[in-house]
């Protein structure tokens, strides 16, 4: 198969933001993958195909060579544990930043702050080099809504417009770090499968 190359990319914000993308290197997908219920996909590139996956398998897929090439949010790839991946692109799209969030009304905690987020590893990370010892309640969504039951004293969340956290009585606190979607590539196929990546990187790097 080295000379074929799957692309890896998670339904929602970065499969709209990447079609554009894929679009201007002339790469289309048979059908709309938006309305699918199709997860792998032909594209007008003969040698090219579409998976669509959830986004935090996507540097596990690519990892293990199951993908040579997928578009990941930073906020997805600073959590991931492997090492097999390069990251040669920021592609600037689905940009947001990673927030320490809590309630406009803060309760007074005298114990140790209980943090709800899907970020466990950055999180502990921020907190460890503040040196604040902190405890991180694991969920897999709607972070907003642990403040308000109670459940935690704040959250670290994506941010984008700031209308989730407003609509949940909530305030951003302090950003943590700015997000964005990157490339990442396989590191077998990027030496066995180089005449035909390293010529999709240049091109999308052009377009940026
Ligand atoms: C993200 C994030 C917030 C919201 C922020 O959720 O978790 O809930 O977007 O965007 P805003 O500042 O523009 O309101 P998403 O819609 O991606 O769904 P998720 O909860 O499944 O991650």
Redo the contacts with the bound molecule.
């Keep these: 198969m080295s000379d074929n190359i799957t692309i890896a990319v998670s339904k ?2 970065i499969l709209e933001q990447s079609l554009p993308l894929l679009a201007k290197l002339g790469i289309h997908p048979e059908e709309d993958p938006n309305s699918s219920r199709k997860l792998i996909f032909a594209t007008s590139e003969p040698n090219i195909r579409l998976i669509i996956i959830r986004a935090t398998d996507v540097p596990t897929y690519v990892e293990y060579g199951a993908a040579d090439i997928g578009i990941a949010g930073k906020d997805v790839l600073m959590e991931y544990d492997g090492d097999g991946l390069y990251e040669p692109l920021d592609l600037g799209i689905c940009k ?1 930043r990673l927030s320490l969030a809590g309630p406009k009304q803060a309760q007074n905690s005298n114990g140790r702050l209980r943090i709800a987020t ?1 970020y466990v590893k950055t999180t502990r990370d921020y907190f460890a080099t503040q040196g604040k010892q902190v405890e991180i309640i694991k969920l897999y ?4 809504l642990a403040p308000v039951l109670g459940l935690a004293d704040l959250i670290v ?9 407003k ?1 949940n009585g909530m305030v951003e606190l302090e950003k943590i770090v700015d997000i964005s979607s990157r490339l990442v590539v396989n590191k077998a196929a990027m030496k066995m499968k180089q005449s035909l990546i390293k010529p999709l990187i240049t091109r999308l790097a052009d377009i940026l």
């Excluded at 969340?157 to 956290?165: I, M, Q």
């Design positions: 929602g914000r947001c899907k969504g709607s972070m907003e969340d994506l941010v984008e417009s700031g209308n989730t956290l609509a």
